[in-house]
């Protein structure tokens, strides 16, 4: 598999000459091929043959991915429902639709064109009392449903607490309920997160104890208004950081003891970013966590860090999340056990990197690929000390924002940089608490589930990270943030080359400039100094 994953790096063909398409993969999807009905699969395609699945989650960035694959890895499989909600004044099938719009399901149209009929939407929210369901919908559901992935969440930090709880909490209840009146159940997984935890800096595959009940959180959410809430938000989440992570704990809560005796597993993926080679390597459709970076890096906009650039970082790629996910199901849809089990889903314990490896990497590549929304050329720097920050924030971004906002206003463009840096700086205020702390991780389980799984699935539903490249995976990161998150296709890299050029060079003459005024302004106060 190195040998393999290593193609790219060792090709004869430079890097930056290579085409994009085949590094993302877009060049690699096979011919359209039915598999007989007769053919057995791996172990896991096979705990999969006929099983009708419901999804939740599917519009989000990993239901996205989880959907993908299972119609194009499964091939017996005979149906998944999605739970989908109406939005914006679009119906669920509208909605469904616009999913299969996204670039990452060119792979599946190719090589299963079919697979539309496979797939069903269902109105329903998971926030609403019965995940809002007719009751047509319940019992179709309940009647022929056999295999679960709960992954709907909210994963806004700062949700309020009722609708952080409506979907994180009842809706896992909800979710549960139903669960057990489906007469065919086989797996149930529930997605929670690897920081759902995070007040103990120590995570073990086990559930925690928590000061307060999740029975005794719905209770007080009935007698309270939201500006009472709003008050009673910071006592209610103690050493949590924000609505997310508390009502993700209060979830596991509810897993633990509403779960029991169901054929349920916890599943904690850890921050997710881009896929590493499947179904098309570099695919994301969120600016989150590293990638928010990494974009900001990329389009010039962002230009100082604050934290600790050698903490180790706990990132994973989708489609080896996705991989571990389904392999959950089967496990725990075969092997019987006492407990729920949990499966932290992680870097750090076996494969660790650091934020400055990771951008190191992501750097030695990126350039190769500008973006045409490109404001201004790369620079960056990162800064341990709050008051250094503090400047350098207030120089590089407030300032500068300004000053290309006047300049977009001077040219009849839409200033956008000092509404972003406002976003940023109270995003960093959140972000603090996660890059000034270290977490360690245990990962038996998830370990024990890799080494169980035979030769075939290890191919087909690859997850080990000790395995994974870091290089390889950065190879096509910034490629496709260009590609998939920017909606900046291939056919623009000569233009944003060139773009990319014109901002070196103003870079260059500004920064030159400004050092230049800086050593006349030292000169002059030195002179006025006595010796």
Known sequence: MVVEELKLRNATVPYHLRDPLEILGERDFKPARQIPEDVKGSDIQEFLRGAKVLLTGATGFMGKMVLEKLLRSIPHLEHIYLVIRPKKGQEVNDRLNAIFEDRVYRRLKTEVPWYRSKVTAVEGDVSLPGLGLTPQDRQTLVDNVTVVYHGAATVRFNEHIRAATAINVLGTREMLALAREMTNLKSIIHVSTAFANCNHLHIEERFYDMPTSYEEIIQLLKSKDDAELDALTPSLLGDWPNTYTFTKALAEQVVSKEGIGLPIAVFRPAVVISSYKEPVRGWIDNVYGPTGLMVGLGTGVIHTYFGDETHITDIVPVDLVTNALIATSWRAGTHIEGDIPIFNFVSSTQNPISWKTFHVLAHRYGPNWPTLHAVWYYFFMSFENPLCFTIANFLFHTCFGYIMDG????????????????????????????????????????????????????????????????????????????????????????????????????????????????????????????L
């Not at 030769?455 to 539903?461: E, H, M, S, V």
């Not at 000790?466 to 990161?477: G, I, N, V």
Request: hydrophobic share 45%.
């Open 407 to 530: 300049l977009a206003i001077l040219t009849g463009r839409k200033p956008m940089l000092t509404n972003i840096y406002r976003k940023l700086d109270k995003f960093a205020d959140t972000m603090t608490y996660f890059a000034n702390r270290i977490w360690t991780f245990k990962n038996d389980n998830t370990q024990m589930l890799w080494r169980s799984l035979s030769d075939k699935d290890k191919k087909l539903f690859f997850f080990d990270m000790a395995q994974m490249s870091w290089e390889y995976h950065a190879q096509a990161l910034c490629l496709g943030l260009r590609v998939y998150l920017l909606k900046d296709d291939v056919d623009t890299l000569p233009k944003a080359r060139r773009k990319w050029n014109r901002l070196y060079w103003l870079h260059i003459a500004v920064t030159t400039i400004l050092s230049l005024i800086t050593l006349k302004i030292v000169v002059t106060i030195l002179r006025y100094i006595p």
